[in-house]
């Protein structure tokens, strides 16, 4: 059977939720018993989201072949609980370095090298070979950018032309717009709408489905204007109204009939009975809704200015907290702003230190993983707080008064964390860091072993730096236990001190392999300990 396409649009701004609504859908039709994936077109020039800066882009999300992609690919993986590869984050220079390459090895026989054969054709290939080699039924497709921008123009002409050519029973197209409440007035407005999808028929697409961000469900005489001025009907107008999680999305599109839609619009009969289906994925929604109390975390980091910074590691610790019942509220501290002022953590029940990269804010971890180890308070390090850590015991435990990472002092006396042996001989600075899943071999009788209640786990990781291994017996013999190691013990992967109430740190990224319902082992055992202050 021939692969279903939907490809999902945005108008009026960035930041709308396209990520959402396209999540959304791929999880109504995966829960109506259709095997469907998701990809995510990135029209910017970066080759991959490895070297753009989170605050300004939101985090960089590792997929397990070691791909550095867009946050939007976590989002899939949240939804449908699936590991997807780099393949589903398509960008723009890579699709213009197939072509250059190609050109150069001269496979286009002389011809003049232009956008439309060549690029379009190069975009349609692409999503094309990921909906043959995975079997899907549905392939949901979400571009990336806003309607009217140009580097966008050259990936709608390709979707333009798919539905040309696979028909409109086999392609379907939804545009997320905006329905602003001006607060002067009341009303919710269409303009923007109008305007938006008058600029997607300019370039040739007639959008099938048009699902409206609004603070508040949309009115039925919004739905009507907004039908006559787009050439829908009203009941392909969606209302995508504010709820308390991003989680509830799909049911509320669910409500109001998408999946029947999208079924008869592709020539479907009848729909599959999903009971079993939404059952499970009801419950999960439920744990969230019906988590009390509050488990108050500290998340010190880098990049707290922007929360989609860590919007991975948000999930997981609520992904955690909702397993056992417990509501989390994280308050974002800028670690450069601790200056020594480390009492302003004492008030919660843990603390969490994310990845990071360079000096900015590096003291200011340090002093706040030492301050959780003095005070007794659950602490989990992830990537640059597991580093950091090991310096902050290495300086106040080991009396290695000069103990330092590399990163942050390239002459230091004591390199406890320095360059992995391979970064040596490295210019590059995008794709060149140890990425992707790697096996982990946990040791017995540990916290990581009960934890994982395994041997060994698959990991993502994404770092250049690592502890460095000459320093392992002098922190084993002051009460730092390295729990876990990688690539034949030349790396190590997690850190504990057993005479502390929860002392953990890990090298990978366990927040990539959180899901809703399935929340990560050492988030899980973070939150647990932490709700039992």
């Known amino acids: 059977?021939?692969?279903?396409?939907?490809?999902?649009?945005?108008?009026?701004?960035?930041?709308?939720?396209?990520?959402?609504?396209?999540?959304?859908?791929?999880?109504?039709?995966?829960?109506?018993?259709?095997?469907?994936?998701?990809?995510?077109?990135?029209?910017?020039?970066?080759?991959?989201?490895?070297?753009?800066?989170?605050?300004?882009?939101?985090?960089?999300f590792v997929t397990n072949d070691g791909g550095e992609c867009d946050m939007d690919i976590g989002n899939y993986e949240r939804f449908l609980n699936q590991n997807l590869t780099k393949n589903h984050n398509i960008t723009t220079a890579q699709i213009y370095s197939t072509v250059i390459e190609a050109e150069r090895r001269g496979e286009y026989l002389g011809a003049c090298v232009q956008i439309i054969p060549h690029v379009t054709d190069e975009i349609k290939r692409r999503i094309r070979k990921i909906a043959e080699d995975e079997k899907l039924d549905v392939l949901v497709v979400e571009c990336g950018g806003t309607v009217g921008d140009i580097e966008?123009?050259?990936?709608?002409?390709?979707?333009?032309?798919?539905?040309?050519e696979d028909g409109q029973h086999n392609v379907l197209f939804v545009h997320v717009t905006l329905a602003p409440s001006l607060d002067v007035v009341g009303e919710q407005k269409t303009k923007p709408t109008q305007h938006s999808v008058q600029e997607l028929r300019r370039i040739g697409i007639q959008p099938d489905l048009i699902a409206v961000r609004c603070s508040t469900p949309l009115l039925e005489s919004t739905k009507k204007k907004i039908s006559m001025f787009t050439n829908v009907t009203t009941k392909d107008v969606f209302s995508c109204h504010d709820v308390k999680s991003i989680f509830m999305v799909p049911q509320i599109l669910y409500d109001q009939g998408i999946v029947?839609?999208?079924?008869?619009?592709?020539?479907?009969i009848g729909l599959v009975n999903t009971s079993t289906n939404w059952d499970m994925w009801n419950s999960i929604i439920k744990s969230f809704e019906n988590a009390k109390g509050d488990v108050?975390?500290?998340?010190?980091?880098?990049?707290?200015?922007?929360?989609?910074?860590?919007?991975?590691?948000?999930?997981?610790?609520?992904?955690?907290?909702?397993?056992?019942?417990?509501?989390?509220?994280?308050?974002w501290i800028d670690s450069e702003n601790i200056?020594?002022?480390?009492?302003?953590?004492?008030?919660?029940?843990?603390?969490?230190?994310?990845?990071?990269?360079?000096?900015?804010?590096?003291?200011?971890?340090?002093?706040?993983?030492?301050f959780a180890r003095e005070k007794n308070i659950p602490y989990l390090g992830i990537c640059f707080g597991f580093q950091l850590a090991a310096v902050a015991f290495g300086r106040h435990v080991c009396d290695l008064k000069d103990a330092n990472s590399t990163e942050l002092d390239a002459n230091t006396a004591n390199p406890v964390v320095d360059l992995l042996p391979e970064q040596k001989t490295i210019s590059n600075m995008g794709g060149s860091l140890r990425l992707g899943a790697h096996e982990i071999i946990i040791k017995s009788n540990t916290l990581a072993h009960r934890t994982y209640n395994s041997d060994k786990v698959m990991r993502r990781h994404r770092h250049r730096y690592e502890i460095n291994t000459k320093y392992l017996d002098v922190f084993e013999k002051n009460g730092m236990v390295f729990s876990a190691e990688s690539d034949n013990s030349k790396r190590m992967e997690m850190l504990e001190i057993p005479s502390h109430r929860f002392y953990f740190g890990v090298q990978f990224h366990p927040e990539f392999n959180s899901r809703p319902g399935f929340p990560e082992e050492s988030f899980e055992a973070f939150i647990k300990a932490a709700s039992s202050a």
């Not at 999930?315 to 019942?325: E, S, V």
């Open 1 to 60: 059977m021939q692969t279903k396409f939907i490809f999902v649009t945005g108008g009026v701004m960035s930041g709308l939720g396209k990520g959402v609504v396209t999540s959304s859908i791929a999880k109504l039709l995966q829960l109506s018993n259709q095997k469907v994936s998701c990809v995510k077109i990135d029209p910017y020039l970066n080759y991959d989201a490895g070297t753009m800066n989170p605050i300004a882009h939101g985090e960089v």
């Open 296 to 331: 108050k975390i500290a998340m010190v980091g880098k990049y707290v200015t922007l929360a989609d910074s860590y919007v991975s590691v948000n999930h997981a610790l609520k992904h955690a907290g909702a397993k056992i019942g417990k509501a989390v509220s994280i308050d």
């Open 339 to 370: 200056n020594g002022n480390t009492e302003q953590l004492a008030k919660f029940d843990g603390i969490l230190v994310p990845g990071g990269f360079g000096n900015r804010g590096a003291e200011g971890i340090i002093a706040t993983a030492n």
């Open 260 to 268: 029947e839609t999208i079924f008869t619009k592709f020539g479907k």
């Open 152 to 164: 966008s123009l050259p990936f709608l002409e390709a979707l333009r032309q798919m539905r040309l």
